[in-house]
């Protein structure tokens, strides 16, 4: 999917574009192009327009502050609470007994909390945390698996105004370490232990590795889930559930600014260190609002199922802020598409009638692979709407999704955003778009992008370069936590003025946008964003290993498979038994997510007379493609070696 050549382009670009169905143009939210011809006019009036939606308790009195770019600041002076916006405002109108969260565990467990219960809940969590000394601007560290106290959690973080820095599940306890430290929690909420295809993973005693390490933070708050047992460090641990027992179940939202930051969520960039990304309060609940609203065509009626994790970006605008602020009725499910059986989504959409489903092509390309008959004996009649993130989804994906799960007759929407966006930047609108599989198709309504090459220029049609934002947005990060120079230097100064995606692009004749995917050294395996500094870095803490470079190579699942090439110390011999060892060494550093799937030992790496390394040329090694050019090497003869031992392993 990356390394096309321009014919592959044309190839893909030639599918009639899809028109939506009258029947759900009809009915869709957006079925002309007002919305975009009102951003035309006045994008920061249409911006404005927007915001409107959400309840403020004072407004505005400047809709974007750009007197110090990259520095932006939105709505100023404006005043909300994100809570208030997701729960007590339904409830006023009527819609308290409406689910909001609807929730199934691995073992089929369930649990539906309407909008008044969710309110309730998240008001005694609010009074918990309060009484725990968590105040406003103060950072709360969330480890835990996808259950509604995951949830709640998030929720009454926003309503007394604490940070919540989510962690996702999967990473080890030194990943969670860094970010604890990195965000100066005071607390940290988790659960004893999570259900992961059929066996218990003792999350908390996992978290106490990394605690020992955090003197930051005052109170862990566990809630029980799996009844995994733990030692109790008097004093600092508390049980969720006898906390929540006599807690007061009203709260009032404290009154936050627009630019109060709301959470921060940790990616992976191009160093080895993650970077914490931050977003604040009213332009990013403005942002998602909006976007799942049109995007996903929100209805009364639907029940709304994004597969994502709460720990990444797609969890918090579109599992949690963005359909709560709608009003939606969230589905979310603790376990994995695969356990008990191939076809226990299908099962979940069959059971709770889903009819808005979410997901990534990683996931979907394990689908095709399962084989048809886990989808065609469940009911998926209830769907009408389907979305893609994460990645670029080939046509062949896709056209077997709207196929297989869309029975043809359900729009998708392949939505391209980041972690940095916030929300949705560039997708269809369901009930308007005619789709291309593949093309993530135009910007949203008062998004403005642009794909330019290396000296800033606009591409022609069928020509690659970088996606570009050429203004500011609501929901863009403010800042790296932390670091302001590196949010600098990493988004603003390859095109000065312009937002640096970091992805590769082209358009086609009509406009329409084709992403292919990171032009930096990050990596994405299954839909998650991986540094290949952050993996290099910690195969060299290993002892054995001098030197490591770490490349994705295509892979028909994942999109990337992590492979590393490893220089090992005098004195080590490589095995098969090093290589189990270094793989179990990265997990144990970042987690599963990050465990290379190839090792492979080379005496020396290719590097340029400069001492870079060509990690290029590895990738054509590993995806056995002709070398080309190798004269600007230091020393030629080494890849001539790594290419003769890797094709004879
Ligand atoms: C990639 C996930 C093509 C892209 C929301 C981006 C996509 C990175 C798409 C962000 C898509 C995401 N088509 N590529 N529809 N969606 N990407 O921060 O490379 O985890 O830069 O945010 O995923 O990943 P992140």
Avoid at 248 to 260: G, K, L, Q, S, Y
Avoid at 358 to 379: C, E, L, Q
Avoid at 637 to 646: L, N
Wanted: charged share 25%; net charge negative; with cysteine.
């Amino acid at each position: 999917m990356t390394d096309k050549k321009s014919e592959d382009f044309i190839a893909d670009s030639q599918f009639e574009p899809l028109k939506p169905s009258a029947k759900f143009a009809k009915s869709a939210r957006v079925n002309d192009d007002m919305l975009f011809r009102e951003a035309q006019n006045d994008r920061l009036a249409f911006w404005a327009k927007m915001a409107k939606n959400l309840k403020w308790n004072s407004k505005w009195d400047r809709i974007l502050d750009d007197d110090k770019p990259p520095f932006y600041k939105w709505f100023t002076n404006g005043k909300l609470n994100v809570s208030e916006n997701c729960l007590d405002i339904h409830i006023n109108n009527g819609l308290g007994d409406k689910k909001a969260l609807i929730f199934e565990g691995e073992e089929g467990d369930t649990q539906v909390l309407t909008y008044k219960q969710l309110l309730k809940e998240v008001c005694k969590f609010s009074n918990v945390l309060t009484k725990l000394g968590i105040g406003k601007g103060d950072a709360v560290t969330v480890w835990m698996p996808m259950i509604p106290e995951a949830i709640i959690a998030m929720l009454a973080c926003t309503r007394i105004g604490a940070i919540h820095s989510v962690v996702f599940g999967g990473f080890s306890p030194e990943a969670l370490k860094d970010r604890i430290l990195d965000s100066e929690s005071k607390m940290v909420i988790t659960a004893d232990g999570a259900n992961r295809r059929g066996k218990v993973i003792p999350m908390r005693n996992a978290a106490e590795q990394a605690l020992e390490e955090c003197p930051s933070v005052e109170k862990v708050i566990i809630v029980k889930r799996t009844g995994t047992s733990y030692k109790t460090k008097p004093g600092r641990d508390l049980g969720w559930s006898e906390l929540m027992a006599d807690a007061n179940d009203r709260f009032e939202p404290v009154n936050m600014d627009a630019e109060d930051p709301l959470f921060i969520l940790y990616s992976s960039g191009t160093t080895g260190k993650p970077k914490g990304i931050l977003h604040s309060t009213g332009g990013y609940l403005v942002g998602v609002n909006t976007t799942f609203r049109y995007v996903f065509d929100h209805q009364e009626d639907d029940i709304y199922w994004c597969t994502a994790d709460i720990g990444w970006i797609t969890g918090h605008s579109y599992i949690v802020y963005g359909p709560l602020s709608n009003g939606s009725s969230t589905f979310i499910y603790e376990g994995t598409p695969d356990y008990p059986s191939r076809d226990r989504f299908w099962e979940l959409v069959e059971k709770y009638k889903v009819t808005v489903f979410y997901t990534a092509p990683t996931a979907i390309r394990s689908f095709m692979r399962w084989g048809n008959d886990h989808v065609d004996k469940r009911d998926l009649s209830s769907l009408r709407l389907l979305g893609s993130v994460g990645e670029p989804i080939n046509p062949e994906a896709w056209l077997w999704y709207h196929e297989h799960i869309g029975k043809g007759k359900c729009p998708i929407v392949d939505t391209w955003w980041q972690t940095e966006t916030g929300m949705i930047m560039i997708t269809p609108l369901p009930g308007l778009t005619p789709l291309k599989p593949g093309s993530a198709s135009w910007a949203f309504p008062g998004i403005e992008v642009d794909v330019l090459d290396d000296n800033g220029n606009p591409t022609e049609a069928g020509q690659r370069g970088f996606l570009v934002i050429k203004s500011p947005w609501p929901a863009m990060l403010r800042t790296l936590h932390g670091d302001p120079e590196r949010f600098e230097n990493t988004y603003w100064k390859q095109y000065p003025g312009l937002y640096f995606t970091g992805d590769g692009a082209w358009k086609d004749k009509d406009g329409y946008l084709w992403i292919m995917g990171r032009v930096d050294d990050v990596l994405n395996v299954s839909g998650h964003r991986i540094g290949t500094m952050e993996v290099e870095s910690a195969l060299v803490e290993h002892p054995a290993a001098v030197e490591a470079a770490v490349i994705g190579k295509v892979h028909e699942i994942k999109g990337h498979a992590i492979t590393a090439f490893v220089t090992l110390k005098e004195g080590y011999e490589g095995s098969d038994e090093l290589v189990q060892e270094l793989k179990s060494h990265v997990g144990k550093k970042i987690g599963a997510i990050a465990r290379p799937e190839e090792i492979f030992f080379t005496y020396e790496l290719p590097k340029t007379r400069s001492g870079k390394i060509m990690r290029r040329l590895l990738r054509d090694i590993a995806e056995q493609r002709d070398l080309g050019d190798v004269t600007t090497l230091m020393d030629p003869q080494v890849v001539a070696t790594i290419k003769e031992g890797y094709t004879e392993k």
